[in-house]
Structures are given as C-alpha cells and as structure tokens.
C-alpha cells in the first residue's frame, strides 16, 4: 500500500533536516585538526598530550554507541534524533569558554561523547527512513557531512587569520546548528508516522547479529580500519605538515580540505547506483585506493596525495552501515552499536599510537604507519566474503538434507 501524501511530506522534511543536520556536524567536527595546532601552540609542547586526549575521550566515544542501539529500542528513532542534536551542539557553545588546557580537555571529550551519539542516531535515523533504499540515503547524508567538512577547516582558519579567537570562529559557525535542532522539535512533536524499534520483525536474524558469530568480529576490524585513516589524518595531519615541512595551519587546510572536496563527487556518483553493488566490493576497493594514495604520499613526500585517498575514505563509512544493515537486518541497532564501539575503542588506540611513534621515530612514521589499517580492512573484507560464501553453501546443505 503505497503511503498517503502527508507521510510522504513528513518523511521528506525529516530526511532534509538529518541531512543538514550532518552537514553541520561535518563542518564543525573538521575543525578540531586546526583547533589541536591553535592549542598545541598556545598550550604544549610535543605530541603526547593531543595523542593522550584524542585516545581517551575516542574512548569514551564509543559507549555512547552502543547506548544510542539501546535508547533506540526503549524509546524510538525520532527521540534519538533529537537526544543526538541536544548532545553535539552543547559542547560546541562551551568551547567559547576555553582559556586552560584543562577546560579545553573536558569541553573537547564532551563533544566526542555528543559526536558519537548524533552520528549513530543519524544514520539509523535516516536509513530507517527509508529502508528499501538506505545505501542511497545514507551515501547522501554524508554527501552533506562531507560538503560541510570540506568548508570546516579553511573556515575556521580565515576567521583566525581575521584576528577572531579560534573559540569565537568555532561558535559563530555553530550557530545555525540551532536553527536546525529547534526545526527537528518542532517537527517531531507533529509527526504522524511511527519509526518506533521492532526487534520483533527481524527475529530470525538474531542468531547472525550473535557476538559468537565470526562476521561480527570481522566487521568490528572493518569499522576500525575504515575509520583510523579518516580520524588519523583528521588529527595529525596539519601537524605533521608544520612539522616535516613548516606548512602553516592555513596552508595545510587547503590539503585537508581537497581531502573531503571527494567526498561529495564519489558520493554523489556512487548514491546513483550504489544499491546495485556488491557493498563487500565496494569496501574492497575503497581500502585499496587508500593504501595506494597513502604509500605515494608517503614515498614521494607529497601532500596531495594523502588528499586523494579521500576517494576512497568516501565509500567506507556508509557502506559499511549499509552492509551491516544488509547482513544483520535494517533493525540490528544493537549489533552495530556493538561493532561501532568495539572497532572505535581499539581505533583510537591506534591514533592514540601515532603520537608514541612519532615521539620515539619522528612524526614521518608515526603518521604513514596507518598504512597498515588500510591494507588490513582490504583484508579482511575478503575474509568476510569467503566466510559468508562457505556460510551460504553450508546452509544450502543443511536445507538440502532436510527437504529429503
């Protein structure tokens, strides 16, 4: 039965917020590469302490993950919207106030523990909008993050290189953040569709979203290796730009910038056709583009190349959403919390890893030893392919003794 035309419009209206929505966290979350230098320069020396404050609130990043999994089933997706939107926004406005390391170390944490919740809320949001065809409106919700990412570093630095604070730039740009949470509100308290969890309706696919099944634990690698390059290079690039060739901040976000300029161009290539592909494929390829750019960049010392593997980054993170989605069920919320934390806790010991080799072997190989992520998530989305392959002819097996 095809849905009425109030629905319809109620749908559309949500699905242009969420994008929106993550189009500002996107601008704003991109911000905090500069924002490291501004209060490395201002406040420390070395790279221990960045290093230890991006492991530990990473960290605590992701319980939040799971919880939102776990908020969705008692209280519905729309409320999770609005939880996640509240829990970003507010951490943004206290960075204003930062005048101590120490403030900015718990105002910081506390936008990572908002960061986690809206991501995850969005995505389920927004996929559960419109389930029959989710990789195509989760490729478009981070279209938007990307358009805003791409914006966030050099906006930041033209407000700084203007004689504004770094804290100044990082609230004005934060501003329309508030115009969009109080548009989710409104429309929340009139909506008249239901997206209330149904673990119910997937039943017979609890036994796959089983922490005992090996899947699981392959896409947990997964999620950590498709996710380290992109903090990684979000946090240590501009460092070690300065550091291996004195590129200023400013001039450094220009890479950083052309590094989430491919985002929109793949995604808006990739959410035309993308529910025809194999999403296994899809990640196979996109981790190896970026083991390839990363050793150019790498051996050749140029910059450009590290931008490049944001072709690749592109694809990962919705794709990998999408498939989990498509292995575990649209409503598996729990088991990707689940894969979604676990990958996050070890991925930030890995950017937190990058700080301690640089220290002891210098900034050169502690940041291009993330190569190694790369070529592990290739890896091992193969070994998820051929274990749900040999799952798959084992299960025709078994069918086939008992249809005898």
């Known amino acids: 039965m095809s849905e009425n035309s109030a629905v319809f419009k109620e749908r559309k209206v949500l699905l242009t917020l969420c994008y929106f929505s993550f189009g500002m966290i996107g601008l704003l979350f991109s911000m905090r590469t500069n924002i490291f230098q501004y209060v490395q320069a201002d406040y420390l020396d070395g790279y221990t302490h960045i290093a230890s404050l991006v492991l530990i609130s990473g960290i605590l990043m992701q319980f939040p993950l799971f919880l939102t999994g776990l908020f969705i089933e008692k209280k519905g997706f729309q409320k999770a919207l609005l939880l996640g939107m509240i829990s970003f926004s507010l951490p943004v406005f206290l960075l204003f106030f930062v005048r101590s390391v120490l403030f900015f170390d718990v105002a910081f944490t506390l936008l990572m523990l908002g960061y986690g919740i809206s991501v995850m809320a969005l995505n389920l949001f ?3 909008l419109h389930p029959e065809r989710k990789g195509n409106v989760l490729l478009m919700l981070h279209l938007y993050f990307a358009v805003g990412a791409l914006f966030g570093p050099r906006l930041i630095s033209q407000l ?18 508030l115009i969009v949470i109080a548009a989710i ?14 673990g119910h309706a997937e039943s017979s696919l609890a ?3 089983s922490v005992k099944n090996p899947i699981v634990w392959l896409f947990v690698v997964i999620f950590l290796c498709s996710q380290t390059w992109e903090f990684g290079m979000a946090t240590w690039f501009v460092i070690y730009a300065n550091d291996t060739s004195g590129l200023d901040p400013s001039s450094a976000a220009w890479y950083l910038s052309m590094f989430y300029g491919s985002y929109p161009l793949v995604r808006i290539i990739f959410s035309r056709f993308i529910h025809r592909m194999n999403l296994l494929v899809v ?10 750019f990363i050793l150019l960049g790498s051996l050749s010392g140029n910059y450009l190349y590290f931008s490049l593997t944001g072709l690749g980054v592109a694809l990962l993170y919705p794709a990998i959403i999408a498939s989990m989605q498509e292995h575990f069920g649209g409503r598996a919320t729990k088991t990707i919390g689940f894969v979604t934390m676990m990958g996050g806790l070890i991925q930030y ?14 900034i050169e190989k502690g940041f291009s030893s993330l190569i190694w992520y790369m070529l592990a998530g ?21 069918s086939g003794r008992l249809d005898r």
Do not use: H
């Open 207 to 209: 036994g796959k979203g």
């Open 378 to 398: 290739a890896l091992t989305v193969l070994a998820v392919f051929l274990l749900e392959k040999k799952q798959s002819s084992s299960e025709m097996v078994y």
């Open 349 to 362: 010991v890995a950017i937190w890893s990058v700080g301690i080799i640089s220290n002891q072997q210098g």
């Open 283 to 292: 990640l196979f390829i996109a981790f190896s583009i970026c083991a390839c």
């Open 126 to 128: 927004t996929s559960n």
């Open 160 to 177: 700084t290189d203007s004689g504004f604070s770094w804290q100044f730039g990082i609230v004005i740009s934060g501003l329309p953040l």
């Open 185 to 198: 509100f409104s429309i929340n308290r009139k909506v008249s569709f239901s997206m209330e969890y149904e």
